[in-house]
């Protein structure tokens, strides 16, 4: 069964600090991994796209890492502000004629002053 | 360049009603996604068009159907509704189907309640 498990399932941190959110998958035929930040009320906002053969990909403050053999990946996010307050969510796309995106819970991340 | 817009934003119903949401797709895109997304989940695939024709099918029953224009743009009908459709419907659009490696582009939802 494809799925994809994202922990912790929330997360409070200190603004200026970092910190890592977690995600194991189970897609196959793999595609590529992805990384959405949702904010509250919003639509998610893509962050990352990784296929198998790339195992690091950043956005500004945003790293994402991708480990295709433990089915993997990580979303680091550096200096944090109060705007990453939000929901990030991993997503994982089953390969075929037209992908399908199996999404994460995700994680929701709270930055306080 | 105007994004994903969905409308409308919010609507109430009430059990067994039917209702039907709007996408436009971000220009240049040819392809919408649906999700449905209950509070606290994160987004469940209902189906995708391309090129006028559903594509993909998630594990949603026929009471969800939906529709691509030829301009792209979309709509979902949901029949006979039941409290368990109250959600956040979100669209995508993309570019060229799902089987791409582009990203797809999100709506701010419509916020459905079922009374």
């Known amino acids: 069964k494809n799925q994809v498990e994202q922990s912790p399932q929330s997360l409070i941190i200190l603004e200026g600090k970092n910190c890592t959110l977690q995600?194991?998958?189970?897609?196959?035929?793999?595609?590529?991994l992805r990384w959405y930040k949702q904010d509250t009320g919003r639509g998610p906002v893509s962050l990352t796209i990784?296929?198998?053969?790339?195992n690091t990909k950043s956005n500004g403050r945003y790293t994402a890492t991708l480990d295709a053999d433990t089915k993997q990946s990580s979303l680091h996010i550096t200096a944090s502000q109060l705007s990453d307050s939000a929901s990030y969510i991993c997503v994982g796309s089953v390969s075929g004629g037209y992908n399908k995106l199996i999404f994460g819970a995700g994680t929701r991340l709270a930055v306080h002053p | 360049d105007a994004g994903v817009t969905q409308s409308p934003t919010h609507l109430i119903k009430t059990r067994g009603q039917q209702v039907t949401l709007r996408c436009s797709p971000k220009s240049g895109h040819d392809t919408v996604s649906w999700y449905q997304q209950a509070l606290g989940q994160g987004p469940q695939f209902i189906f995708q068009y391309y090129e006028e024709e559903e594509r993909q099918r998630g594990n949603f029953p026929d009471r969800f159907s939906g529709h691509q224009f030829p301009n792209y743009s979309s709509e979902l009908n949901v029949n006979a509704l039941l409290l368990g459709d109250s959600a956040l419907y979100l669209c995508a659009s993309s570019l060229g189907g799902l089987g791409s490696n582009q990203p797809q582009h999100f709506g701010d939802g419509t916020r459905l309640s079922i009374l």
């Open positions: 990784m296929t198998f053969s790339e």
């Open positions: 995600c194991n998958y189970t897609v196959s035929p793999f595609s590529n």
